[in-house]
Nanobody, 127 residues
Framework: QVQLVESGGGLVQAGGSLRVSCTTA????????MGWFRQAPGKDRDFVAG????????YYADSVKGRFTISRDNAKNTVYLRMNSLKPEDTAVYYC????????????????????WGQGTQVTVSS
């Protein structure tokens, strides 16, 4: 079992930056790739970014490429999402999730491939 807890959400003005974190409980963190998804009211949960068990491999949605950066610290069992140049359309609840290392590439973009999910953290970008 892997438990995920997000933190760091909040309110920020458009153009600002924010970093959200996801800490896992359990000694198997390095056995999983990690992903960030987001869900705005009335919309589907969308892929934002993903990172393999080794941070050499990262994936991004086109809408955040160049603005967001995903990273992980296996020693701290934590994955981060640094968000720069935030826009009002980035407003959503952000969820982190764990995906088994048997998955790769485009499989990171499919929420159905993730085994564990956090409860989410709200990010609100004001215009």
């Amino acid at each position: 079992q892997v438990q995920l807890v997000e933190s760091g959400g909040g309110l920020v003005q458009a153009g600002g930056s924010l970093r959200v974190s996801c800490t896992t409980a359990g000694r198997t963190f390095s056995s999983y790739g990690m992903g960030w998804f987001r869900q705005a009211p009335g919309k589907d949960r969308d892929f934002v970014a993903g990172i393999g068990w080794s941070d050499d491999i990262t994936y991004y949605a086109d809408s955040v490429k160049g603005r967001f950066t995903i990273s992980r610290d296996n020693a701290k069992n934590t994955v981060y999402l640094r968000m720069n140049s935030l826009k009002p359309e980035d407003t959503a609840v952000y969820y982190c999730a764990a995906i088994r290392n048997s998955y790769s590439g485009r499989q990171y973009y499919d929420s159905g491939n993730y085994a564990y999910w956090g409860q989410g953290t709200q990010v609100t970008v004001s215009s």
